[in-house]
């Protein structure tokens, strides 16, 4: 790593990441001293500009930072180190110094997954189509699944792109569906098949 530590007053920034949730968890300070300490130790060590000495997290309450890797800016000026927490990260006791919760975020999907269990809350199935399947229960969500995985079989055989995509999409919505009405969600599926690498 091309990492300049002198030319910044001798400590850089130092962003910590869940290598898993790509969460920020907190910013820290290094110098020399402690990066070097950290890429030894396996464990995120920071200087700790209020002590005025090395700090590793986790010396105290045992929450520690396991090390994945780490990265430098293109100024060479600012570390991205991603880490695996050992319990939370915050002296709080919250997930992240932003008092966040550290848990997986799929984007668009999570909004979504999110949309699908504010309609079943609010049960209104004149005005709701997810909340109306809520309503008719768990064997014509699994059965709406059921229809939408036949017609992105059907769509694969063809030729239309634009079908799949459009039946593909049907088919993940209601699926969405039939996780939460079975009381989970997408990231409980996720943990089965990361359970499944070899």
């Known amino acids: 790593m091309d990492i300049d530590i002198k030319s910044a007053h001798g400590l850089i920034p130092a962003i910590i990441q869940d290598s898993e949730t790509k969460n920020v968890l907190m910013l820290g300070y290094m110098n020399e001293e402690s990066l070097q300490k950290t890429i030894e130790t396996q464990k995120v060590t920071f200087f700790s500009r209020s002590k005025q000495r090395l700090w590793t997290k986790g010396e105290e309450s045992g929450n520690f930072l396991n090390l994945?890797?780490?990265?430098?800016?293109?100024?060479?000026?600012?570390?991205?180190?991603?880490?695996?927490?050992?319990?939370?990260?915050?002296?709080?006791?919250?997930?992240?110094?932003?008092?966040?919760?550290?848990?997986?975020?799929?984007?668009?999907?999570?909004?979504?997954?999110?949309?699908?269990?504010?309609?079943?809350?609010?049960?209104?199935?004149?005005?709701?189509?997810?909340?109306?399947?809520?309503?008719?229960?768990?064997?014509?969500?699994?059965?709406?699944?059921?229809?939408?995985?036949?017609?992105?079989?059907?769509?694969?055989?063809?030729?239309?792109?634009?079908?799949?995509?459009?039946?593909?999409?049907?088919?993940?919505?209601h699926y969405l569906i039939l996780l939460q009405a079975k009381g989970y969600q997408l990231n409980d599926v996720v943990e089965v098949l990361k359970g499944r690498q070899k």
């Open 68 to 173: 994945v890797s780490i990265k430098n800016d293109c100024d060479g000026d600012t570390l991205l180190i991603q880490a695996k927490p050992v319990g939370p990260t915050c002296h709080t006791g919250a997930d992240t110094c932003w008092q966040e919760p550290n848990s997986a975020n799929y984007g668009f999907i999570s909004q979504l997954e999110n949309t699908i269990k504010t309609r079943r809350e609010n049960a209104d199935s004149e005005k709701s189509y997810v909340a109306s399947l809520f309503e008719k229960g768990i064997n014509k969500i699994a059965q709406k699944v059921g229809e939408e995985a036949v017609e992105v079989v059907i769509e694969a055989k063809d030729n239309n792109d634009d079908l799949f995509l459009s039946e593909s999409a049907d088919l993940l919505f």
